[in-house]
């Protein structure tokens, strides 16, 4: 089966740095996606790990180990608007190569 | 705008109704992905369709089911309505079948909210 475990719920202040870690176990494990998802509006996307290493994209940036089943997300710089749940998802090959998704962590960004 | 696109937006029905979901992909985009979100849950897939056939199927009740139509549209149809099947409905789409060599992975529409009473 898939498990992705991230933390429920995170604060931090306003620009601070935070990171978000995920930890799965899945099978035929073909990479790993960090969504944003304001409440009551669609993921989007932030960034997409297949390969072990770090990938920085302005802000924000994401980490993979293959061999650990273990990602992060790290935050730089936080924002009141940053203030979200983040999305920890695995693509796990077989069938239509689907993105199983961890439960989301519930980040608060406090003054 | 993502480019994909659910109606409608809200969805208020009573116990035992059916309702159809309707969902276009974003343009060129030939799969379509249907997922379940209930409060404070994560996104639950729910099935995938590939250019009109049924590619992946996951924790989708039997009283759901959906369809891909030619013109790359998809629906998802709830019957039998519980109270337990409101929820935020999402359908997302992608170019490739899986997410391979697609870095951006799915593209989700706004999602339906559909309320049972």
């Known amino acids: 089966g898939q498990n992705i475990d991230q933390p429920t719920e995170m604060t931090a202040t306003e620009g601070a740095i935070v990171q978000i870690n995920c930890t799965y176990q899945?099978?035929?494990?073909?990479?790993l996606f960090w969504y944003q998802q304001h409440a009551g509006e669609a993921p989007t996307f932030l960034s997409y790990?297949?390969?072990?290493g770090l990938e920085e994209k302005g802000r924000f940036s994401s980490f993979l180990s293959r061999s650990k089943g273990y990602s992060y997300l790290l935050l730089k710089e936080l924002q009141m608007k940053d203030s979200a749940s983040y999305l920890c998802a695995a693509v796990t090959a077989g069938g239509g190569n689907k993105l199983t998704f961890g439960t989301g962590t519930q980040l608060k960004v406090e003054l | 705008d993502s480019g994909v696109t659910q109606t409608p937006k809200h969805l208020i029905t009573a116990t035992g109704q059916r309702v159809t979901l309707r969902c276009s992909p974003r343009s060129g985009d030939l799969s379509v992905y249907w997922y379940q979100q209930s409060l404070d849950q994560g996104l639950q897939f729910l099935i995938q369709y590939y250019n009109g056939e049924e590619r992946a199927k996951g924790n989708i009740l039997e009283r759901f089911s959906a369809q891909q139509f030619p013109d790359l549209h998809s629906e998802l149809n709830l019957s039998s309505l519980e109270l337990g099947d409101s929820a935020l409905y999402f359908c997302?789409?992608?170019?490739?079948?899986?997410?391979?060599?697609?870095?951006?992975?799915?593209?989700f529409g706004s999602g339906t909210r559909l309320t049972v009473v």
């Open positions: 790990n297949v390969l072990d």
């Open positions: 899945t099978s035929g494990f073909n990479g």
């Open positions: 997302a789409s992608s170019s490739h079948p899986g997410t391979g060599g697609a870095a951006k992975g799915y593209t």
